[in-house]
């Protein structure tokens, strides 16, 4: 049989697409890898075929290592039986720990696997936000865990912004503006968007920003159509009309 690697999307039940929604209910055993992929997911299935895995949130190598050996060894004589998914949130291809499955599946163990896309914060993010990416414009894709303000592109996405204020000076002095967004289309939790970093200071993993450098010029064709409302504002005050 299969595993399926099902991308669950932000964390709305109803941004689950269609084909993930199917596999779900067909699916003999669902795999969770934490409580809020558990909650979407159980608004699709019955929890009686829900199974929680539970990683270690830890950097040690040593330790991911083996617990993904573990995850690995419990899920593949499953799969090789019965149908079987494994969900992550956002996509399972982006930023996700079911590369971390899918390698270790590969090197210990024989499971067929097809993967189901899901809506990534890559894409939501610009929707919940108010922000357009426009055609030919370039996007970078960060982790800015601790502080950490990455720079180079005009365009980023970052994850991981578990010390915005910190983040936030680093990228001001770079020359970006910057704005965040907190559990994004979650259904747990409050969504929080800002371009104040203090209103996103408490830790939480949820938390993405976008940062576009200050001055760039948005070369589309129909750009010369923003009227004198919004022609000239900044990345903030576009997020605040939207
Ligand atoms: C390990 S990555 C997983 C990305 C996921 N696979 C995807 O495609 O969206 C986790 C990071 O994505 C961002 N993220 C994911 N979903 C989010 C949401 N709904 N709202 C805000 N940030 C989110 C956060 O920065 C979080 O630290």
């Known amino acids: 049989m299969t595993l399926y690697g099902v991308g669950l999307g932000p964390g709305r039940a109803d941004l689950v697409t269609v084909r993930g929604k199917q596999i779900l209910q067909r699916a003999d055993v669902v795999y969770t890898p934490g409580r809020l992929s558990r909650s979407v997911a159980a608004e699709h299935v019955p929890d009686a075929r829900i199974s929680g895995l539970s990683f270690p949130m830890t950097r040690d190598e040593d330790e991911l290592r083996t617990a993904w050996k573990k995850a690995a060894a419990e899920i593949a004589p499953r799969a090789r039986e019965d149908s079987v998914a494994f969900v992550t949130l956002g996509d399972p291809n982006v930023y996700s720990t079911f590369g971390h499955l899918r390698r270790t599946l590969d090197a210990f163990h024989s499971v067929e696997i097809e993967i189901v896309p899901g809506v990534s914060a890559v894409t939501a993010f610009t929707t919940a936000l108010g922000i357009e990416i426009t055609a030919g414009s370039s996007l970078a894709l960060r982790e800015a865990a601790g502080g950490v303000a990455p720079s180079g592109p005009d365009r980023m996405v970052l994850f991981k912004v578990t010390d915005a204020p910190s983040t936030h000076e680093g990228?001001?002095?770079?020359?970006?503006?910057?704005?965040?967004?907190?559990?994004?289309?979650?259904?747990?939790?409050?969504?929080?968007?800002?371009?104040?970093?203090?209103?996103?200071?408490?830790?939480?993993?949820?938390?993405?920003?976008?940062?576009?450098?200050?001055?760039?010029d948005d070369e589309s064709p129909t750009a010369a159509f923003e009227g004198?409302?919004?022609?000239?504002?900044?990345?903030?005050?576009?997020s605040h009309n939207e």
């Open 171 to 216: 990228l001001i002095e770079s020359g970006y503006d910057v704005v965040y967004g907190r559990r994004l289309f979650m259904e747990s939790g409050d969504t929080v968007v800002t371009d104040d970093p203090h209103a996103v200071d408490g830790r939480d993993y949820y938390t993405l920003a976008y940062a576009e450098k200050r001055g760039i």
């Open 228 to 238: 004198a409302d919004t022609h000239g504002t900044d990345l903030a005050e576009r």
